[in-house]
């Protein structure tokens, strides 16, 4: 599924209550994280299927108001980046929504970020070229600033051709944030920005 189309699918009310019904029905099962508290009266829940997790509204027609699913990168933009010993983990890509009603917005913001440092262990996470909602770009933001923050997590950017390291968030604003806040059509069609952690002390030489 395309990012317009759960964006148009959760954003309507009604839509939204009738794919979680059918969601929990036929795919959803409660779960939980390490370190994951889901405040009541809400749920954690994750497709049995797929990399998929919702937060759901506790009720008999439920609600999504937060929404993450990991998909593996495009297998083109890997081969360039694995001679790179921190940048040996699985490449995977977060498709994410939210819900645009203000307090539940903000109410969900720090679980985005411990979603994050979640898939972080265990995957390294790309962010590719090309428009994205308002608030998708919002979560990387804060995502990318957090991640400059960290000793242990590095930010790159990639090509076909080139790996560089991104120094801080002062470098990314000036030279990259167009990958988040534009469409990006005058950046190359294969250019994304990864975020990594660190595997035992690993680093990437800046080519």
């Known amino acids: 599924m395309q990012h317009s189309q ?6 309507d009310e009604e839509l939204n209550r009738k794919n979680s019904e059918t969601f929990m029905l036929y795919a959803g099962r ?5 370190g994951f508290f889901v405040p009541k009266p809400y749920k954690l829940v994750r497709a049995v299927y797929c990399n998929e997790y919702r937060i759901l509204s506790d009720d008999p027609q439920p609600k999504t108001l937060f929404f993450i699913r990991l998909f593996d ?27 645009l009603v203000p307090n539940q917005r903000d109410a969900f913001q720090f679980l985005a970020t411990k979603f994050f440092d979640h898939f972080l262990d265990s995957f390294n996470i790309a962010i590719s070229v090309g428009p994205m909602t308002l608030c998708s770009a919002h979560f990387w933001e804060g995502r990318l600033f957090e ?31 167009d990958i988040i806040f534009k469409s990006a059509e005058n950046m190359p069609d294969d250019s994304m920005v ?14």
């Open 147 to 177: 991640s400059f923050t960290k000793k242990d997590v590095s930010v790159f950017k990639a090509s076909e051709h080139q790996v560089q390291k991104i120094p801080d968030w002062m470098h990314f604003q000036s030279e990259w944030s």
């Open 73 to 99: 990168a495009p297998h083109d933009l890997n081969y360039s980046i694995k001679k790179y010993p921190s940048l040996r983990k699985k490449m995977t890509q977060c498709l994410v929504w939210t819900s």
């Open 6 to 11: 759960i964006t148009v699918l959760l954003n």
């Open 30 to 34: 409660e779960c939980s994280l390490p």
């Open 194 to 207: 990864i975020v990594s952690k660190t595997i035992n002390g690993s680093e990437v030489t800046a080519h």
